[in-house]
């Protein structure tokens, strides 16, 4: 008889014969994503501090890999990929990725190398995919594909300057902490059959900025135009150049000093090149817009 009850399972609909899920509904966490206007506009809209009108070409991010954990936190399922995005002329906000947990949860994400499955944002093709996957290496390690993109010019009294900057460390986003009247709270309050949205905002100027402590810092051009003139002077600034250039010939006040929560994987910033690839680009990624994570770098990600 327990035979012909197990056959008669197998010839069943798969769902008939698997156990009720007991457990009561999760919050459903919604990854999202928005470009900063000057992002999605392709340019800024005022010239920098010291006079440079700043246009970019193209902005590429792999971003995802949802982590909700926490002693509280009961963890339905996450999303552990990342999904590839152009960011110019992007929406003002797009899906990234469905999450589901219950509980007091810590939420975190990912700036990392995609996959052959990532998934496409709106706008992004098959060509920017693979562009982002092409191995290189560059003074932070390698080979490995690129994390972040951002390509385009900046001019001023004629000179016209270009860059095309390929990020390919990666970075994991823990404990990230939203305002709330007025103070940073971590993680989510995740209530049955609950739906809340957790949106990175990508600010591509931020990598101009002369203060990774200040997200209202000046924008400042001058320092990189430097490293061409310092380099092959051809008119396009690449990170061998960026590294020419001293940050104890740009520091004063809290200008380009490192931040050293963001130094934790054993190097010592020297360069502009440090300033920017292990400072600036950290901080394109802004949590909640006015929010907090702790940016980890050089972390593998998750899910390879």
Known sequence: MRKLAVLGCLLALPVACLPKDTRPPPSIVLFTASPSPATQAGKLSAETADGWSIEFERVLISIGRVSLDGSDCSVYSDAGYARVLNLIGAPDSQKISDSYALGQCDF???????QSESPLGVGATAEDLAFMRTAGTDHYGGPTGISLFVSGSATRDGQKLSFAWPFRGRARYRECASLQNGKL????DLKEDGEVTANVAV??????????????????????????????????ITFDELRLVMLTDLQGGDAYVPNKTN??????????????????APNVA?????????????EPPRGG
């Open 108 to 114: 975190g994400f990912a700036i990392g190398n995609p």
């Open 185 to 188: 709270t971590r993680g989510f």
């Open 286 to 298: 802004r949590f909640q817009e006015t929010g907090e994570c702790d940016p980890q770098l050089g």
């Open 203 to 236: 600010h591509a100027e931020a990598l101009f900025a002369e203060s990774i402590m200040d997200r209202d810092s000046a924008l400042r051009f001058d320092p990189i135009a430097s490293a061409d003139a310092l380099g092959n002077a051809d008119g396009e």
């Open 263 to 280: 130094q934790d994987i054993g190097l010592l910033w020297t360069t502009l090149e440090d300033f920017i690839y292990l400072g600036a």
